[in-house]
């Protein structure tokens, strides 16, 4: 049974979509578990938002602060480990396909002392990591860890339920363009049970004119904790496997990213 195994409800498929939201909105009831590391889910449910880019330099700051962890569960290719100028020579993938490996062998440790569990970089032959695997990782892994940064999928899957429910913190990542305002207003419907642990962040992903702060905030269900600046060298230093965090520490954007950091540890 898939409770027996670590899972706190499952679904018989197929899924309607009615029962999937009832159910999503029972486990973001609950309050995650005291102890252990501080669980923050990076979340974006539009494309190009700059989810990743947000959860590796939060992490990276993070690592300043005590011992953290970065997890990609995106299916496959997912982008952290470019993104920390790291091949994914060791990911989730051989956990899957190997359930008797250590997981400790399986993370790769950036030269700032950051932990990665990288993302496979090609699809696996069969499905992705199952909930009761992902909910022992975070039992298992926070115990040597003072903080757990997530880049979730951009899907609400079962996988996602478990990261939701484990999370003590939830950042919702949006940019200010039109179709990433709808998704992110359904997000965070979605989110309501747990608006006291989800923060917004507006993430400025192109140059030229924007939407005032004022009428976007008009627009969304939830108050929006900042709006990260536009910045062109960070794109480029993300390329090149240098985020912001480590090459322009003093740029607006870390500025935020820090204030960021000290809201979530206090």
């Known amino acids: 049974m898939a409770t027996e195994a670590g899972a706190d409800v499952f679904l018989t498929k197929p899924v309607e979509t009615t029962v999937l939201l009832e159910k999503i909105n029972e486990l973001l009831g609950k309050t995650p578990a005291k102890g252990g590391a501080l669980i923050i889910g990076v979340m974006g449910l539009a494309g190009g938002v700059g989810k990743t880019t947000v959860a590796v330099n939060l992490a990276l700051l993070l690592q300043q602060v005590g011992q953290t962890l970065l997890i990609d569960l995106s299916p496959n290719s997912g982008h952290c480990a470019f993104f920390l100028g790291l091949k994914p020579v060791r990911?989730?993938?051989?956990?899957?396909?190997?359930?008797?490996?250590?997981?400790?062998?399986?993370?790769?440790?950036?030269?700032?002392?950051?932990?990665?569990?990288?993302?496979?970089?090609?699809?696996?032959?069969?499905?992705?990591?199952?909930?009761?695997?992902?909910?022992?990782?975070?039992?298992?892994?926070?115990?040597?860890?003072?903080?757990?940064?997530?880049?979730?999928?951009?899907?609400?899957?079962?996988?996602?339920?478990?990261?939701?429910?484990?999370?003590?913190?939830?950042?919702?990542?949006?940019?200010?363009?039109?179709?990433?305002?709808?998704?992110?207003?359904?997000?965070?419907?979605?989110?309501?049970?747990?608006?006291?642990?989800?923060?917004?962040?507006?993430?400025?992903?192109?140059?030229?004119?924007?939407?005032?702060?004022?009428?976007?905030?008009?627009?969304?269900?939830?108050?929006?904790?900042?709006?990260?600046?536009?910045?062109?060298?960070?794109a480029i230093a993300l390329r090149r496997g240098t985020p912001s965090a480590i090459g322009q520490p003093e740029s607006a954007i870390v500025t935020e990213l820090r204030r960021l950091v000290k809201a979530l540890i206090s």
């Open 91 to 234: 990911h989730w993938g051989f956990l899957v396909e190997n359930p008797g490996l250590t997981t400790e062998g399986l993370m790769q440790r950036h030269d700032s002392g950051l932990k990665l569990l990288a993302s496979p970089p090609m699809p696996l032959r069969r499905e992705g990591m199952d909930t009761a695997s992902l909910a022992a990782l975070y039992e298992l892994l926070g115990r040597n860890t003072r903080f757990i940064v997530v880049d979730m999928p951009p899907t609400l899957s079962a996988v996602t339920q478990i990261t939701l429910d484990r999370a003590h913190r939830l950042l919702m990542v949006s940019s200010d363009d039109p179709p990433s305002i709808q998704s992110t207003m359904r997000g965070l419907q979605l989110l309501e049970s747990s608006r006291e642990r989800t923060l917004l962040l507006l993430n400025t992903v192109r140059p030229g004119p924007h939407p005032p702060l004022e009428a976007l905030q008009r627009a969304l269900p939830a108050q929006i904790f900042a709006r990260l600046p536009y910045d062109e060298a960070q």
